[in-house]
């Protein structure tokens, strides 16, 4: 299958979910994860209409970045960690930043986004299960992180994101992420911008959707399977 008929049946089972749910098909957007996939992957995808999209590695898309500027209205959202030594480099080259998990990061993001006068919005990463792996900030500590933030002049905090354990059956994440909505439903009452919930991969968007999900960030599915470099 293409890059361009795997986009188009996951709208059509992203369309499902939605009706399933009783919820609007326009309220859940397609994120392609393109990290580790070449840029001639990406433009296949934006080809086929595909704008949003997501990298987990600053490095990486700095090589990918000069060749995807000249797609016009294409999104790239930091979906992975973010150490601090590169917070000016992210807040330069990425559209969002979708992963972070610090009060430490998110000022760090601030004085790079002040000083490049650019707005960005972020998403916190919620660490709901007890993995070692896992990055994010445990629920008890969200409502002090986003109040910290509330400050703040260019970095803004839009929603929520996690991780769920990874398994082969999809009902394994569901409680994770209704615990996300959850937190959502708490955290929009004092921060109204905080609104979204990125939750949902390839093998459990559907649940995802069936839970809140507003964006489900999809690789494998539209992609293939991601051959790592020997050696990387
Ligand atoms: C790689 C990655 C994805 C995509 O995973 P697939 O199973 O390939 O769909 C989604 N979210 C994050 C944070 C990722 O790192």
């Not at 994860?33 to 997501?54: C, D, M, N, T, W």
Request: charged share 25%.
């Amino acid at each position: 299958m293409s890059i361009a008929e795997n986009i188009a049946r996951l709208k059509e089972e992203i369309a499902q979910a939605c009706a399933k749910a009783g919820r609007d098909a326009g309220a859940v957007q397609l994120m392609a994860v393109s990290k580790v996939h070449p840029v001639e992957a990406i433009v296949e995808a934006y080809a086929a209409g595909q704008r949003l999209f997501g990298e987990n590695r600053v490095q990486e898309f700095q090589e990918k970045s000069e060749r995807v500027a000249e797609l016009a209205g294409a999104k790239f959202h930091l979906i992975g960690p973010l150490q601090s030594n590169k917070t000016n480099k992210a807040a330069e080259l990425f559209d969002a930043i979708d992963a972070v998990d610090s009060l430490k990061i998110a000022q760090r993001l601030e004085t790079a986004a002040t000083a490049l006068r650019k707005r960005l919005p972020v998403l916190i990463e919620v660490k709901l299960s007890h993995e070692e792996s896992k990055h994010g900030v445990g629920p008890d500590e969200l409502a002090g992180l986003l109040d910290a933030m509330s400050g703040f002049e260019f970095v803004k905090a839009v929603g929520l994101m996690t991780v769920p354990p990874w398994s082969e059956d999809a009902e394994t994440a569901r409680p994770y992420f209704r615990e996300l909505r959850r937190l959502r439903d708490e955290a929009v009452k004092r921060h109204p911008a905080v609104t979204q919930l990125s939750m949902g991969m390839s093998n459990d968007f559907a649940v995802a959707i069936e839970e809140g999900s507003t964006c489900v960030r999809v690789g494998t599915a539209i992609f293939g399977k991601r051959v790592y470099a020997a050696g990387a």
